[in-house]
């Protein structure tokens, strides 16, 4: 567990460089760690040393998708708050059958303004105190 006077880390996963770019240039700016990856194995091999207070993940992902990649997340760091987004009509679907494993999560249509998403982010922090899971 981190202590009080470390910034909450945030996992950024998306296939998308530009995306990732940009939302890791404006949480950095705002006191966030940020971590990048840009596919779901790449985001497992991240967390296995480190461990996100956030990870915001893409749906559609090469290979693994980002509901499947959340599951794991849940399964392996319990804490971590979970926000995907996705840009295509095939998430709902996806979503679905997530829910009827017992898996709810939220989800934002992309695209998301940057702006948005830092007020998104800042929200989740504020309702849920450090350490503590979503």
């Known amino acids: 567990m981190k202590g009080m006077g470390m ?8 296939d998308d460089t530009a995306i990732t770019e940009t939302l890791s240039a404006i ?7 940020v971590r990048c990856a840009h596919s779901a ?8 040393q480190w461990e996100p207070d956030l990870a915001i993940l893409d749906v559609m992902l090469p ?9 794991v997340l849940k399964a392996n760091r319990p804490a971590c708050h ?5 840009g295509h009509t095939g998430t709902q679907a996806l ?6 494993k017992g898996n709810m999560f ?9 702006l948005f ?6 929200s989740l922090f504020a309702d849920a105190p450090k350490g503590a899971a979503a």
């Open 7 to 14: 910034p909450r880390g945030i996992l950024i996963v998306d």
């Open 27 to 33: 949480f950095e700016k705002h006191g966030y760690e």
């Open 41 to 48: 194995e790449t985001a497992i091999e991240a967390i296995a």
């Open 63 to 71: 290979r693994m998708n980002g509901i499947e990649l959340a599951m």
């Open 82 to 86: 979970l926000v995907l987004f996705s």
């Open 95 to 100: 979503m679905e059958e997530a829910a009827r």
């Open 106 to 114: 939220e989800i934002l249509a992309k695209p998301v303004h940057p």
């Open 117 to 122: 998403m830092l007020d998104f982010v800042s």
